[in-house]
């Protein structure tokens, strides 16, 4: 019996969201000008979780009591932007009555992504020493969302102590399994070789368990980003209770948009509701 699976010839092309999103450009500088917005009417507390000049985080706090954590991880191939960009998606939670920390990380090349992958762990931990009471939920989107992922890993991921808050895992367009990403053009700035991909994919780890886990694409992704998110739930789901999410009529950009609205589905997933 033949079987027809899609064969990639091109690689770069088969996680090119740039180019599978003409209007790339207009959505990078919306999320800037609307972070900039939101930052000039909530400003929030600068909080160093390492001596690095990136290991930063943006912390907002709502009125009173806050109902738990959730922190936000950005994306941008590891190498691409920080959390000034993406300021705005602290509003669904905020609204909801959530403390919402958003960290910057050293960029690849000058950090690998196991370094990375530390230094996110070192910046949990800090958001959640500063915000000690409640739940705790971990999100991120693209390189981001594979960043969340490996917070939930034993071994690499959180410390006991934070891990003991954890509820849930969202990774919004992340990966499972980065040895693909070894023959992109942009892995001449990742550098991603066979022991950085065994080591760093979700693939290959166990989740420390304690916790749900959800793994979010949009519909309209490209079909790798598809695969990888399916993946992520059906590896992870072997361990913990996990769920697998196509947001329909959502690209690899705007898949991230529900964080702005207090009612969004996508709110409710990083806020427990």
Not at 17 to 35: L, Q, S
Not at 97 to 116: E, F, M, R
Not at 118 to 141: E, F, N
Not at 213 to 242: K, P, T
Request: charged share 20%; glycine share 10%; proline share 4%.
């Amino acid at each position: 019996m033949k079987t027809n699976w899609e064969q990639i010839v091109d690689w770069t092309a088969a996680y090119d969201n740039r180019a599978a999103v003409p209007k790339y450009e207009e959505i990078f500088y919306a999320w800037g000008r609307d972070a900039a917005a939101f930052r000039a009417n909530h400003a929030p507390e600068d909080i160093a979780y390492g001596e690095a000049e990136r290991e930063r985080v943006d912390l907002y706090r709502p009125s009173g009591t806050a109902k738990g954590l959730c922190v936000f991880i950005h994306g941008g191939w590891w190498s691409y932007f920080g959390r000034e960009y993406f300021s705005h998606l602290a509003a669904g939670p905020l609204a909801n009555g959530w403390a919402v920390a958003l960290p910057s990380y050293t960029l690849c090349p000058d950090l690998n992504i196991g370094g990375i992958v530390r230094q996110m762990v070192d910046a949990v931990g800090t958001a959640s020493t500063a915000v000690p009471d409640g739940p705790l939920v971990v999100c991120g989107h693209s390189a981001g969302g594979h960043l969340a992922t490996m917070m939930g890993a034993s071994g690499v991921g959180i410390t006991d102590a934070a891990a003991s808050r954890l509820e849930r895992i969202v990774s919004i367009s992340g990966v499972a399994d980065l040895r693909p990403l070894m023959r992109v053009e942009m892995n001449s700035v990742l550098k991603i070789d066979e022991q950085e991909a065994r080591v760093s994919s979700p693939l290959f780890l166990t989740p420390k368990g304690g916790f749900d886990y959800i793994a979010l694409a949009g519909a309209e992704e490209l079909s790798e980003f598809r695969r990888q998110n399916a993946m992520l739930a059906d590896c992870w789901g072997a361990h913990v209770s996990a769920q697998r999410i196509e947001a329909e009529g959502c690209n690899h950009f705007d898949v991230i948009d529900g964080l702005i609205d207090p009612e969004s589905a996508l709110t409710g997933l990083v806020t427990l509701s």
